[in-house]
Every structure is written in C-alpha cells, then in structure tokens.
C-alpha cells in the first residue's frame, strides 16, 4: 500500500490525481470504515487512515472518505472551535488558493461566502492565475486561504506582498506551509532544480524551500500581523491522537491592520 501510495504521488500529474481520486474515495472509505480515527470534516470513523508522503511515507495521514491530511483536520478545527467561519450571518468574499477537495464542495455550499478558488493548474480553480501577479483589486477579499502553496514559489516575498495587497484592512489569511520548527532560518537553495534532489532535500520534487521559524516574522515584513496557534492551544492530546494530527503544527493566522 505504501509502495503504491508512493508511486503514484511522484507519477502522477497532481491535476490528474484530483480526478482519479473521485473514483477511490468512495471505495477507500468503504473498506476502511470502523473504529479508531475519526476525520473531524464529516464526521465519520475509520479502523485506520491511509498512508501518504513523496519521500518518507507517513502512517494514518490521508482521511479516506475527505482525503484530508493532518492540516486539513487541523484548520477545519480551528475555523470550527476558534472562529465564527461557519456562522458568520455577514456574506464574506473568501479567495482560496490551490483548493483542497477536503473542503472545496462544502466552502462552496456555504450561504456566508462568496466564494472564489484561483491556481495556475487545479481543475478546481475557478481563476487561473500567478500568485505573485494576482488579477484582482486592492483589499478585494476579507479572508484568504493559501496553505501549502509558498514552498513552491521561488518568489515568495512578491507572493506574500501580493496576499497582502488583495486582502482587506481588518480581514484575514491562513496561509499554512510545511515547516521544520527545529530550524531557526528557512533553507533555500536555487542551484537545486533537479526534482529528485528536490524531493530529497526540501521532501518534494517541486518544493523550493524549507521553511523555518522565521516564516513567521517573513509575513511581519510584508504588512501581516500574525499570530502562532498551535494544535495544543485549543485541541487535547486525546482529540490530536483521535483525529491524527501533528501536535507540534502551528497555523498562521495573518490579519490585514486596518491602517494599511
């Protein structure tokens, strides 16, 4: 299962991926369905999770019945539990970067939003376009989500200047990244353009970086106020073990000041 999972995460054009994951959802969920996680976004229990990773394969990772990951089920809970994302009587204008499946139909659905997905090759986007080039006005959207998309821009800080740009004063972003917290100082290094070295080095093959704990100060710098909420802040070690999430992950939450 592993060798196979593996196989086709670095075979597969991820476009393709997305619509051949239409058909197996619906079988995995049936063969995995019972006791022992439980994916928070539907709600529904599974014996186990499937694995999932490009190098190093990670164990009960990918939900079957969403295909969510552990920073799915992280932000899912986190809008849920820590803010009003689901019950806001206000219609928001939220922009979503590269659309997880995991949430796209149900963010869709939602009375509250306005909702607009972009990217430059998901057949989920509904705007085709350059994160660091976005085609959309000054403070257009009052919440964006850009999560796992950073780390394959090698321009992130025109990337972040551009989120900044299009968000509203007073609105606000999670723009989560994979990041090693034992690091102080991001890794990057642009002579690395061969994508098995990639996937080597940085744990996948179009990955430009490895974000540190400076990411953080990174989104200061373009304007962002931010704030580090982890997993432990609102979740107990019981709730992290039952839904498989990485305790030590810290979501980002950037806010637009209203005097920009």
Same mark, same amino acid.
């Given at each position: 299962?592993k060798?196979?999972?593996? $196989?086709?995460?670095? %075979?597969?054009?991820?476009? +393709?991926?997305i619509? !051949?994951?239409?058909?197996?959802?619906? #079988?995995l =969920?049936?063969?995995?369905?019972g006791?022992?996680?439980?994916?928070p976004?539907?709600g529904?229990?599974?014996?186990?999770f499937?694995?999932?990773?490009?190098?190093?394969?990670?164990?009960?990772?990918?939900?079957?019945?969403t295909?969510?990951?552990?920073?799915?089920?992280?932000l899912?809970?986190?809008?849920?539990?820590?803010?009003?994302?689901?019950?806001n009587?206000?219609?928001?204008?939220?922009?979503?970067f590269?659309?997880?499946?995991?949430?796209?139909?149900? $963010?869709?659905?939602q %009375?509250?939003?306005?909702? +607009?997905?972009?990217? !430059?090759?998901s057949?989920?986007?509904? #705007?085709? =376009?350059?994160?660091?080039?976005?085609?959309?006005?000054n403070?257009a959207?009052?919440?964006?989500?850009?999560?796992?998309?950073?780390e394959?821009?090698?321009?992130?800080?025109?990337?972040?200047?551009?989120?900044?740009?299009?968000?509203k004063?007073?609105?606000?972003?999670?723009?989560?990244?994979?990041?090693?917290?034992?690091r102080?100082?991001?890794?990057?290094?642009?002579?690395?353009?061969?994508?098995?070295?990639?996937?080597?080095?940085?744990?996948?093959?179009?990955?430009?970086?490895?974000?540190g704990?400076?990411y953080?100060?990174k989104?200061?710098?373009?304007g962002?106020?931010?704030?580090?909420?982890?997993?432990?802040?609102?979740?107990?070690?019981?709730?992290?073990?039952?839904?498989?999430?990485q305790?030590?992950?810290?979501?980002?939450?950037?806010?637009?000041?209203?005097?920009?």
């Amino acid at each position: 299962m592993k060798k196979l999972f593996k $196989f086709l995460l670095n %075979a597969v054009p991820r476009p +393709l991926l997305i619509r !051949l994951s239409y058909v197996a959802r619906p #079988v995995l =969920a049936w063969w995995l369905q019972g006791p022992g996680f439980t994916d928070p976004i539907d709600g529904k229990q599974f014996k186990k999770f499937l694995p999932y990773g490009y190098g190093k394969q990670r164990d009960n990772v990918l939900a079957p019945g969403t295909l969510s990951l552990e920073r799915h089920r992280l932000l899912w809970l986190y809008l849920q539990r820590q803010t009003n994302f689901f019950t806001n009587t206000e219609r928001q204008k939220l922009l979503h970067f590269a659309p997880e499946q995991a949430f796209y139909k149900r $963010f869709r659905k939602q %009375a509250n939003l306005a909702y +607009l997905t972009t990217d !430059l090759l998901s057949p989920l986007a509904d #705007v085709k =376009a350059d994160i660091c080039k976005l085609p959309f006005e000054n403070n257009a959207f009052d919440i964006i989500f850009c999560n796992h998309v950073l780390e394959h821009i090698p321009d992130d800080t025109k990337a972040m200047s551009e989120l900044f740009r299009v968000l509203k004063p007073g609105g606000w972003g999670i723009f989560q990244i994979p990041q090693d917290l034992n690091r102080d100082v991001t890794f990057t290094d642009d002579s690395i353009t061969d994508p098995r070295q990639r996937a080597e080095i940085f744990g996948q093959y179009d990955h430009v970086r490895i974000y540190g704990r400076d990411y953080f100060d990174k989104l200061r710098k373009a304007g962002f106020e931010v704030r580090e909420i982890a997993a432990i802040d609102f979740l107990s070690a019981a709730e992290i073990s039952a839904y498989a999430l990485q305790a030590n992950e810290i979501i980002p939450l950037c806010l637009k000041p209203y005097t920009a």
